[in-house]
């Protein structure tokens, strides 16, 4: 047996990327791919030189996998993980971890009970800007932070929600929703990482473009536990698709970015702008496509890292860097979003 960590990939459409992540992620090796769509299954392990399984069960069984990347359809994750822990497999779970808060805790559970390192994927959160300006609102520099709002307007074809592997998506049982959990749970999981916990929340949804089940459109007011407020909006439903706006204000300064890109640093502590300069001069010009409107114009990168660093939670016994317990208030805020917009009421985070 290599000394490489051995890596499955279940679920074949994100789960190419993880595929291509794994291959360049130094340590790591890809055993084995897993997919009940034999169209999709054959080109990826021929395109990756590995082992296709269409039984999920006869995966696990593979001596060679020790951890296992799931990137199957959201409502298919926590069960599919704790069937891959109770088999002794670390784990990679696509966001959302699940799209039930509840079963995010079960799986958390079977990862304990099995022994085995589970890992969340936000790979936003390793984004070279979204750290420094956490790394900025830690230290204090924009005061007491007042306003935090994260815009979503992507678009998405009604193909998208079709077919083989669309049908699922936009749907309450099996994507827990639709522009908020599949597309905006990112904004949502960067919100509350670079600003804390949302205690409240009163959200809106509805279908306006699409036909389907959940949600297309979503706006919703957010309560902070430091005492901010702020907005959220999502849809799929727009044309043409523009990018993800975050801004956040404080007493002390302010910042604005437009998905990758940083449009506005304005800090006290730098009164001619000098920072500001630098920072807009590096982070100001564009440097990839996003996914505002083409679904797979998703950076790998992140998922590299997220790669390297099971590698070294496995041989080191610790933690992975983005663990469920984290992951799982984005999925928390959604659920309480959704609950609001049913009932016309404000409603506490983590009680639903
Ligand atoms: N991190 C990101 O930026 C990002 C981007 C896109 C999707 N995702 C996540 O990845 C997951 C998959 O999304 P997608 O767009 O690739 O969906 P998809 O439908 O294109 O792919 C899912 C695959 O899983 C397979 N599958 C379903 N049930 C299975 C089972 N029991 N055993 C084996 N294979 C099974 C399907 O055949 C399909 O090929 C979702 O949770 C989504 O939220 C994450």
């Given at each position: 047996?290599?000394?490489?960590?051995?890596?499955?990939?279940?679920?074949?459409?994100?789960?190419?990327?993880?595929?291509?992540?794994?291959?360049?992620?130094?340590?790591?090796?890809?055993?084995?791919?897993?997919?009940?769509?034999?169209?999709?299954?054959?080109?990826?392990?021929?395109?990756?030189?590995?082992?296709?399984?269409?039984?999920?069960?006869?995966?696990?069984?593979?001596?060679?996998?020790?951890?296992?990347?799931?990137?199957?359809?959201?409502?298919?994750?926590?069960?599919?993980?704790?069937?891959?822990?109770?088999?002794?497999?670390?784990?990679?779970?696509?966001?959302?971890?699940?799209?039930?808060?509840?079963?995010?805790?079960?799986?958390?559970?079977?990862?304990?009970?099995?022994?085995?390192?589970?890992?969340?994927?936000?790979?936003?959160?390793?984004?070279?800007?979204?750290?420094?300006?956490?790394?900025?609102?830690?230290?204090?520099?924009?005061?007491?932070?007042?306003?935090?709002?994260?815009?979503?307007?992507?678009?998405?074809?009604?193909?998208?929600?079709?077919?083989?592997?669309?049908?699922?998506?936009?749907?309450?049982?099996?994507?827990?929703?639709?522009?908020?959990?599949?597309?905006?749970?990112?904004?949502?999981?960067?919100?509350?990482?670079?600003?804390?916990?949302?205690?409240?929340?009163?959200?809106?949804?509805?279908?306006?473009?699409?036909?389907?089940?959940?949600e297309d459109q979503t706006c919703a007011l957010l309560r902070f536990?430091?005492?901010?407020?702020?907005?959220?909006?999502?849809?799929t439903a727009c044309y043409p698709g523009y990018d993800q706006q975050?801004?956040?204000?404080?007493?002390?300064?302010?910042?604005?970015?437009?998905?990758?890109?940083?449009?506005?640093?304005?800090?006290?502590?730098?009164?001619?702008?000098?920072?500001?300069?630098?920072?807009?001069?590096?982070?100001?010009?564009?440097?990839?496509?996003?996914?505002?409107?083409?679904?797979?114009?998703?950076?790998?990168?992140?998922?590299?890292?997220?790669?390297?660093?099971?590698?070294?939670?496995?041989?080191?016994?610790?933690?992975?860097?983005?663990?469920?317990?984290?992951?799982?208030?984005?999925?928390?805020?959604?659920?309480?979003?959704?609950e609001s917009g049913r009932t016309g009421r404000e409603v506490k985070?983590?009680?639903?």
């Open positions: 047996m290599s000394a490489d960590v051995g890596f499955a990939v279940v679920g074949l459409g994100m789960g190419r990327h993880h595929c291509r992540a794994v291959q360049m992620a130094p340590g790591a090796r890809l055993v084995a791919v897993c997919d009940v769509d034999e169209a999709r299954l054959q080109p990826a392990a021929r395109d990756f030189a590995c082992r296709a399984y269409t039984d999920f069960d006869a995966l696990l069984a593979d001596p060679e996998v020790q951890v296992v990347n799931i990137a199957t359809p959201s409502g298919l994750h926590a069960q599919m993980g704790i069937q891959a822990a109770a088999a002794g497999k670390h784990l990679i779970v696509e966001k959302p971890a699940d799209i039930v808060p509840a079963r995010i805790d079960a799986l958390m559970d079977a990862g304990r009970r099995h022994g085995v390192r589970i890992g969340g994927i936000f790979q936003s959160r390793l984004d070279p800007l979204n750290l420094r300006i956490r790394q900025a609102i830690q230290a204090g520099r924009l005061g007491s932070i007042y306003g935090v709002h994260g815009h979503l307007p992507w678009y998405r074809l009604q193909d998208y929600y079709e077919g083989t592997h669309g049908s699922w998506k936009g749907t309450w049982g099996m994507d827990g929703g639709g522009s908020l959990m599949n597309q905006g749970v990112h904004t949502v999981d960067l919100l509350q990482w670079l600003v804390g916990r949302v205690e409240s929340v009163m959200g809106m949804f509805g279908i306006f473009g699409h036909q389907i089940e959940a536990a430091n005492g901010a407020i702020g907005t959220l909006y999502t849809t975050i801004t956040i204000y404080g007493a002390r300064g302010s910042v604005l970015k437009q998905e990758g890109l940083l449009r506005g640093w304005k800090m006290m502590d730098d009164p001619d702008g000098t920072e500001e300069q630098e920072l807009l001069s590096f982070y100001g010009e564009k440097k990839a496509g996003t996914g505002s409107s083409d679904p797979m114009a998703v950076s790998f990168d992140g998922h590299t890292q997220i790669i390297c660093d099971m590698v070294a939670a496995v041989r080191e016994g610790r933690d992975p860097m983005i663990g469920l317990d984290s992951a799982r208030h984005a999925v928390e805020i959604i659920t309480a979003i959704y985070v983590g009680v639903n």
